[in-house]
Structure formats: structure tokens, C-alpha cells
């Protein structure tokens, strides 16, 4: 089995180096799942192997704000403590043991209103065997970085990688940064880390974008779009089952509100795709919940795309704009090709623009593929991206450059930082544009053919 990690920040999120996935119920259980008809399902559970563990960051902002979502926890609650018997002998309960240090919270009891949440029978739930390590800050890490065609555009990898809140592993193991261990909100850290080891065990989104199990006649590209969808997903879920158990049970922040803020306190682009998938992930499934969908059905009917996931679509509105590109090459060896997406794109001009720029430049986003060259340990990119119409193709092309313009030096073939040289084509049909980064002989053996149908040459 793989052994995945997971991980949640110490300002309450939880993700892959953002923390993990959920998104909001309308009624606390309508999210619930019927434990016999997930049986007769191919259940899905954990994220591509890329997605490792669930985490939370360390150091939260100081919120002087009343929490959101206060209100006292509904009566009706009382059945998801551990049921007794009618006969002396003692209830079986779950396997969970505490090592290394205390928790502020009773790790059973948590478990079992999380399974119940979930709609996890409690003979089920009693043959779960977790174990809880509390742990010094600096062995709860992230490993996580932004693609390697992000980081080409100025997306670094998050200043936190160290010092998460909380992390999980696989299906048995929680990491507990033990600065955190002791807080009021260790309850909502503890819930969205349970939810991580269910969906590993069940295997509830490990085939979300599987070819051969979702039906789809379209799945979405590897690339970084998929990463960040895998990611959305999981920790979307997480981030909302621990905040619906924060608001029956405890008083403290709830995860969602915390992880909003966390995205849009994030000074850079690393830390915004870090934090991206806990918050958009988030609202996604809370919407999708609202609407009397279930966690199973959001599985089974995922986006296929992050404009789909930012801009709250149903499943299967919006799909990609058509986008037909050829490739030749000569000494350079094309890569299996990849997509930017919405969300990936707006990321990556945030590395240079402030949010809002940054999002009205993604907006009317259409489809992008981005194809990889390699030579000998040189790498290039070819990003073609076709947009809703003229005025969107623009809009990115004009904060494409800004963008550029605000760290690489302009020249007579486009723009260059350090080794790599950028170029930014648009195209006759005016809907389509096309950005080049590499090394300079590959920038300059590059050239483009661009109208509905895109071909791209590389000498």
C-alpha cells in the first residue's frame, strides 16, 4: 500500500502542503454516506500519488474577531459518542494510541463523530487502528513544491515546509506538531486528518480522474491542473467535515473561514498554491453539498477543470473550448503534454501581479496545453492557451507582460531571467496565445503556426 502523506497549516489548514480537502455541508449530515451502498461502490480514497499527507500550518494569524459560526452545538448529537452494550461487557471502540505527547481533545470520541459524520457504521469504525505521534515542529514537513513549469514562471516553493500543524500518513499514522497539540482547535485539526485516514483507507478519491472508472469521455491531463484539482478534492472535504464538526462541537475558528483568510494573507504565489486547494476545494464541495449533492457523488462527478472548481460550475458545465495542436521537433524530445488551468494560470501571474490582476488576467479561460521539450538536461516549454474570446486572449497577453516586466529584462526575442528566455505570441484568430520559456536556443529555434489549428515546430 502506499504510504501517502497529507499535511494541515498551523494557521488551521490542512493539505498538501496547503492542508487538506472539503468543501461545506448545508445540513451537518446531508453529506452523510449510507455504508451499504459505499460497499457495493468502488470506493475512492486517496489523491495522486503526487498529493502526500494532509498538514496544517504553525503560525496562524492573530484573529481578534469573535469566531464565525459560534452558535451552540446542535442537541441532536448525542449518538455519535461510542454506543454501549446492554450486557456488562466493555464496547469495542477503535485503535487509536497517543504517543510523544498530550491533545486537548479526546482522540476517540473525535473519531467516532467523524465516522458518524460520515455515515461510517460504528462496526466499521471500531476496526480502524490509528496512530497519533505529537512531534517537534520541524518533523512535520512538507515535501510538496509547485510544478516545475510554475516554478519557470516565478512560483517558489511555499515558506512553509516546516512547522505544519498536523500531517498524515497513509492510512494508520497522524502527525501532531505539539505546539499545536494543546490548543483549542487541535478538535477541527484532529477531524480533518481523520477524514484523510478514511479516504486513504476506502480509497475514496484515488480514482477520481482513473480513465477506466469514471466514465468521462473526457479526463483531464497530467500536468498542474490535475495536481491542483487531486488536491481541491481531498482537502476540500477534509476542510469541511472538520468545519461542520468545529461548529456542532467546539467554539473555535471554523477551517473554512480560517483557510480563506490564510489564501488571501499568503504573500506569495508559493504560498497561494500551497493554500489554493484548501480554500477553493473547500467552497467547491460546500456548494456542491448545499445543492443536496453528497461527498460520494462529488467523487464520482468531479470537475474536470479549475475554472470549473473557482467558479462553483456544475459538473460537466463549461467544458474546455476546443484546442487542436501538432507538434514536430528536431532535436528536442516533446514530453507527454500537460494543462495550466484557470486556477494555475492565476497563480502564476500572482507571482508578479497583485491577486486581483492576477485573477482578471486568468478570467475567460478556455483550454491550455503545455507541452515539455527536453534536451540532453535542458528543459523548454511550449504553453498554448486559447481563451473565451478576443478580449480575454488579450487580457492575459497584457498581464502576461506585466508580469514579465516586472523581473526579466526585455530583449530584441522577448524577455530573459537568468537562463531562460520567454516569448509571447497571439494569433491571427486572436483567441489563441502562445508562450514559449526555455533556454535561448530553444526560444529561438521555436516557431509557431497559430490559428484554430496550432502547430508547433521546434528546430
Known amino acids: 500500500m502506499h504510504r501517502t502523506s497529507m499535511w494541515t497549516t498551523y494557521d488551521g489548514k490542512c493539505g498538501n502542503g496547503f492542508s487538506h480537502f472539503e468543501n461545506g455541508l448545508h445540513l451537518f449530515y446531508s453529506f452523510v454516506l449510507k ?6 461502490r468502488n470506493l475512492l480514497v486517496l489523491l495522486l500519488v503526487v498529493l502526500a499527507g494532509c498538514s496544517t ?14 452558535e451552540s452545538p446542535p442537541e441532536q448529537q448525542s449518538n455519535t459518542t461510542a454506543p454501549t452494550d446492554d450486557n456488562t461487557s466493555e464496547p469495542t471502540l477503535p485503535q487509536i494510541s497517543v504517543t510523544g505527547g498530550n491533545l486537548a481533545t479526546d482522540p476517540i470520541q473525535t473519531f467516532r463523530r467523524v465516522t458518524t459524520q460520515l455515515g461510517i457504521n460504528s462496526t466499521v469504525a471500531n476496526q480502524y487502528n490509528v496512530s497519533i505521534k505529537v512531534i517537534t515542529p520541524e518533523n512535520v514537513r512538507s515535501s510538496r513544491e509547485p510544478p516545475r513549469f510554475l516554478r519557470v514562471l516565478g512560483v517558489q516553493a511555499p515558506e512553509y515546509r516546516t512547522n505544519l500543524a498536523g500531517q498524515t ?9 505539539h505546539d499545536v497539540a494543546t490548543q483549542p482547535r487541535i478538535a477541527g485539526l484532529l477531524t480533518h486528518e481523520y477524514v484523510h485516514i478514511v479516504q486513504h483507507s476506502r480509497d475514496e478519491t484515488g480514482q477520481l480522474f482513473d480513465v477506466d472508472t469514471s466514465g468521462w469521455d473526457e479526463i483531464p491531463p497530467s500536468g498542474p491542473e490535475l495536481r491542483l484539482l487531486d488536491s481541491s478534492l481531498t482537502e476540500g472535504a477534509a476542510t469541511h467535515v472538520a468545519d461542520q464538526y468545529q461548529q456542532a462541537y467546539t467554539d473555535t475558528l471554523p477551517q473554512g473561514t480560517r483557510y480563506r483568510r490564510a489564501y488571501e494573507q499568503r504573500e506569495t504565489a508559493g504560498g497561494r498554491y500551497f493554500m489554493a486547494p484548501y480554500w477553493f476545494g473547500y467552497r467547491y464541495v460546500a456548494d456542491r453539498l448545499e445543492d443536496n449533492s453528497t461527498l460520494a457523488s462529488i467523487y464520482d462527478q468531479p470537475p474536470r477543470t479549475t475554472e470549473a472548481l473557482v467558479h462553483q460550475y456544475d459538473p460537466g458545465a463549461e467544458p474546455p473550448v476546443s484546442l487542436s495542436v501538432n507538434v514536430t521537433a528536431d532535436r528536442w524530445w516533446p514530453d507527454d503534454r500537460g494543462r495550466v488551468g484557470e486556477l494555475g494560470t492565476r497563480i502564476a501571474l500572482s507571482a508578479h501581479l497583485n491577486r486581483s490582476r492576477a485573477a482578471v488576467g486568468a478570467d475567460g479561460w478556455g483550454n491550455d496545453a503545455l507541452v515539455p521539450f527536453e534536451r540532453n538536461s535542458s528543459r523548454g516549454y511550449v504553453w498554448i492557451t486559447r481563451w473565451d474570446d478576443t478580449a480575454n486572449a488579450s487580457e492575459f497577453r ?6 514579465l516586466n516586472q523581473d526579466a529584462t526585455a530583449t530584441e526575442m522577448g524577455w530573459r531571467d537568468g ?19 526555455g533556454p535561448p536556443k530553444f526560444a529561438r529555434n521555436t516557431s509557431m503556426d497559430i490559428n ?8
Not at 57 to 70: C, K, R
Not at 452 to 459: C, E
Request: hydrophobic fraction near 45%; avoid cysteine.
Open 169 to 177: 500518513i497513509g492510512d494508520d499514522e497522524i502527525r501532531i506538531n
Open 398 to 403: 497584457t498581464a502576461l507582460t506585466a508580469a
Open 57 to 70: 500550518l504553525i503560525a496562524p494569524p492573530q484573529d481578534p474577531s469573535p469566531p464565525a459560526g459560534t
Open 35 to 40: 455504508t451499504h451502498a459505499m460497499a457495493a
Open 452 to 459: 484554430q489549428r496550432v502547430s508547433v515546430q521546434v528546430r
Open 419 to 437: 537562463q531562460v528566455v520567454f516569448r509571447i505570441q497571439q494569433g491571427e484568430d486572436s483567441e489563441t496565445v502562445v508562450v514559449v520559456a
